[in-house]
């Protein structure tokens, strides 16, 4: 008898570990999307993935490859962290700089195509994707005189992360 109802505990244990977790739901009825944290690893896999998926964009439109640039990867990188002080995104820099502004202190010798910029709590290929569905945004990205990108991000303890891409030539 304590055999069997050993057994019983032991399945009903399994079965229970089958169940799907619990979604939380939003209020528009769709589950809320769950917190995408990028490990402090992931710098240089990001960085190449979003360029690898810019550049299979623009071949498949015809367009020349982009290379990532460090220099406008670190003006990124201070135009992420500064939104996120300024706990808005913008393209102005809390000291009043602008993108070109930006690129010129890192040394950047070309000129700005353009700079894209989010706030969200999604992943890069989601931004990317919601970048390639505006027009401003996507003409920067599929720019067909931009040779060098710069991409980086900062994400807050909340999971929310300042996304920026810049393009220049």
């Given at each position: 008898?304590i ?12 079965l ?14 769709k ?9 402090r690893?992931?710098?240089?896999k ?5 360029l690898?998926?810019?550049?299979a964009?623009r ?11 460090a ?5 990124a990188?201070?135009?992420?962290r ?22 010129q ?16 709590y ?13 027009p401003d ?6 720019a ?17 992360i ?5 393009i220049?030539?």
């Amino acid at each position: 008898m304590i055999r069997l109802f050993s057994i019983l505990i032991a399945l009903s244990v399994a079965l229970a570990a089958c169940t799907p977790a619990p979604t939380t739901m939003g209020t528009d009825g769709k589950a809320l999307p769950k917190v995408y944290r990028i490990g402090r690893s992931d710098s240089g896999k990001l960085q190449f993935r979003m360029l690898d998926s810019v550049n299979a964009l623009r071949n498949a439109s015809g367009l020349s490859q982009l290379q990532l640039d460090a220099k406008l990867n670190a003006a990124a990188a201070t135009h992420s962290r500064d939104m996120a002080n300024q706990n808005r995104p913008w393209h102005f820099g809390s000291d009043g700089s602008s993108p070109v502004d930006r690129i010129q202190r890192v040394g950047y010798t070309g000129a700005l195509v353009g700079e894209v910029i989010s706030e969200t709590y999604e992943t890069e290929m989601e931004t990317l994707a919601a970048w390639m569905e505006q027009p401003d945004t996507r003409r920067i990205i599929m720019a067909s005189d931009a040779v060098n990108m710069g991409f980086s991000w900062h994400q807050e303890s909340n999971g929310k992360i300042w996304w920026t891409l810049v393009i220049g030539k």
